[in-house]
């Protein structure tokens, strides 16, 4: 028969109500960075537009490039989300409609990336040094190179047969593993047959171990825009020996990190620099390296465009977008990166460029077939804790179950889908994950390589800073099949699935690799960390994970708070039946 509601309240209110203050004081600590930001500094280089109220809101602009991406297709579902009255907290199902009426066709998705963009390059404003402002479209068409070029060989001899090294830390146990040749064929098979990852993301990764030439780097050049990102390549692009053009910020503590980081390396890097390059080193290189995507974007998108020839001599390169920031400034920095990524395509020419970016494993995709059916039966074999928990809270948009229902094509084909967005994470970033998407479905289309895999949850700085995310990540795994990686775990696999993406003639990344819709190549070698095959959706497990992880951590405090309101709780129900 049904579960017994008192036993349902008794499980509830033993694991809900003590965790209560601790999921508190950490909204509490998150509200208070909001309430009092830092001031905010005079706007310059790309910025949200002015808008009738004579403000620069990321609300009504973020409204306005979702109905003008969905217009494209779909006019009712684009004055939906020009009517959204609490943006912040529903914008969440209008990314939804923007992936979902891009799904019923190729022209469909190729319209509502288009949109999306020739939107945000026609609104948003790039102030130049001057004071003076123009649209974005303008400033990209006004670029002017004002850097010179410096160049640094590493002193370290390539090796012989260069071999990838995952430094697996397990972010549950603690237990650390340097993973390499077969000792990595065999952990990639554990996390697969786990469901941690798609099957031809391991196939992939095997693909590399097993192709040891693609991991000479020594011809290969690459554009790694944020070159310092918790997230990014450098690291490995270096120790491969790659020939790096590197764009980070102006400040001599970056530029120690890169340079030295080549000296000791087989690798080659080219960057900007504000004087003319005469061997100068040290210090005295240091304060003098680097450029700021933010306002200087027309500026470096010339750079590139004039480097890459320079540099490449006609060969391919791989141009990829890794800067990070929060809030409003990510998507900012992001539009700054598609300047230059679309300028590069421009002028060097899409077969001549690859681009790369990462996926966020919180956000709507279409999904392989496999995968839904995999999040059903995890469904079905969920533990009877979480099925009871299950259906006490899932009215309240708790531990909801991840497959979906497919969606139609408008040839009638199902393609399946998976909604991962987490409300929580903000509008900005959604909408700076979503012109990246925008720009590497267009870029595909044009002929370019396109690598742009689903990365998994990653416990980076930046993300474990929010207490609420990192007390989530600690009680991930108790939901099958999920795992949070360490970001060196995350910058190995996902450096080595780029390596697959420009070497293999059979990736889905290349242009030529059928897809029944463009969309569909962010989840082909996904390593979602589970995200797809979970039992739950992702946005719905992180109260319940921070609730497991304070169990952990505070558990004999949880047991005696959590038996004395639930045996309250319970002698009330019993006393009222």
Known sequence: ??????????????????????????????????????????????VFPVTKKGDRSTTTTAKEVFAAAIAAVDEEGAKRAAREKNWRFGYHKHIWKSMVAGARSEEAALKVAQAGLDH???????IRADGTSVKLAQAKKERKNVFHTATIKGGRPKAARPEIKVPYKCFHTGVFTELKGQALLDQVDRWVSWGTIEPDCGEAIKEV??????????SQYFVVLGTTSAMGPFLLLKELGANIIAVDLDRPQIWKKIIEGVQDSPATVTFPVKEKFTNQSGEELYKIAGCNLMTQAPEIAAWVSDTVPVVCKGKPVTVGGYAYLDGELH?????????????????????????????????????????????????????????????????????VPNALKPVKTDAGQELHVMDALVIAQGPNYAMAKRLQQWRAVLARKAGCTVSINIAPATATASVVSNKGFAAAYGGMHVFKPMEIFYQ??????????????????????????????????????????????????????????????????????????????????????????
């Not at 349902?8 to 909001?34: I, N």
């Not at 945000?120 to 790039?126: G, N, Q, R, V």
């Not at 171990?209 to 020594?218: A, G, H, M």
């Not at 889905?508 to 029944?516: E, G, N």
């Open 1 to 46: 028969g049904p579960p017994n509601p008192t036993l349902l309240l008794y499980a509830f209110l033993c694991m809900y109500v003590p965790g209560l203050p601790f999921l508190y004081l950490s909204m509490l600590g998150e509200r208070k960075k909001r309430l009092y930001p830092k001031p905010v500094p005079k706007p310059a280089g790309i």
């Open 120 to 126: 945000m390059y026609a609104s948003f404003d790039h």
């Open 209 to 218: 171990v097993r192709n040891p030439q693609w991991s000479d780097l020594s």
């Open 331 to 399: 998507v900012r920095v992001n539009l700054a990166c598609d300047m230059i990524m679309s300028t590069v395509i421009e002028t060097y020419g899409a077969n001549n460029v690859r681009l790369a970016n990462l996926c966020t494993p919180t956000d709507c995709y279409l999904i392989p077939e496999r995968a839904n059916r995999a999040a059903r039966d995890n469904l079905k074999r969920a533990p009877l804790w979480q099925k009871a928990l299950q259906a006490l809270a899932g009215p309240m948009g708790k531990l």
């Open 488 to 577: 060196e775990v995350s910058n190995a696999v996902m450096g080595m699935l780029m390596i697959y993406d420009i070497s293999s003639p059979n990736s889905p990344a290349r242009p030529t690799f059928k897809l029944t819709n463009p969309q569909e190549v962010f989840a082909q070698n996904a390593f979602h960390g589970g995200a797809m095959r979970c039992v739950y959706k992702f946005t719905s497990i992180g109260e319940v994970a921070a609730l497991v992880n304070y169990a952990k951590t505070y558990g004999m405090l949880l047991a005696v708070g959590g038996t004395a309101v639930a045996a309250a709780a319970v002698a009330f129900v019993v006393q009222n039946q």
